[in-house]
């Protein structure tokens, strides 16, 4: 079994920052592509960033500029860094991770979800 834990969300003033961080533990092989997903009321989740285990990159049009993800695979952990918040970036943001349970066995994981909400 795979846990994802989320931390770092919370309330931050439009034109603030915040910074997300995602550990997995458990028993796996390796961890392929980590990202970061978030979803707000009544809207669809949607994929806002993920990086690959070689640090390949990809951003949603709405947060490229302001988002930078990042990972340690030393320690099994995605971040996020958000600038420039705007009040349409208030979601639950989710941590994503593609896992090699073994070498034949891959899955895909979820963190319980972190509430980022940005007031104007």
């Known amino acids: 079994q795979v846990q994802l834990v989320e931390s770092g969300g919370g309330l931050v003033q439009a034109g603030g920052s915040l910074g997300l961080s995602c550990a997995a533990s458990?028993?796996?092989?390796?961890?392929?592509?980590m990202a970061w997903y978030r979803q707000a009321p009544g809207k669809q989740r949607e994929l806002v960033a993920e990086?690959?285990?070689?640090?390949?990159?990809k951003y949603a049009d709405s947060v490229k500029g302001r988002c930078t993800i990042s990972r340690d695979n030393a320690k099994n952990t995605v971040y996020l860094r958000m600038d420039s918040l705007k009040p349409d970036d208030t979601a639950v943001y989710y941590c994503n991770a593609d896992v090699n349970l073994t070498w034949y066995q891959r899955t895909v994981y979820w963190g319980q979800g972190t509430q980022v909400t940005v007031s104007s």
């Open positions: 458990g028993r796996f092989v390796s961890i392929k592509t």
């Open positions: 990086i690959t285990s070689d640090g390949s990159t």
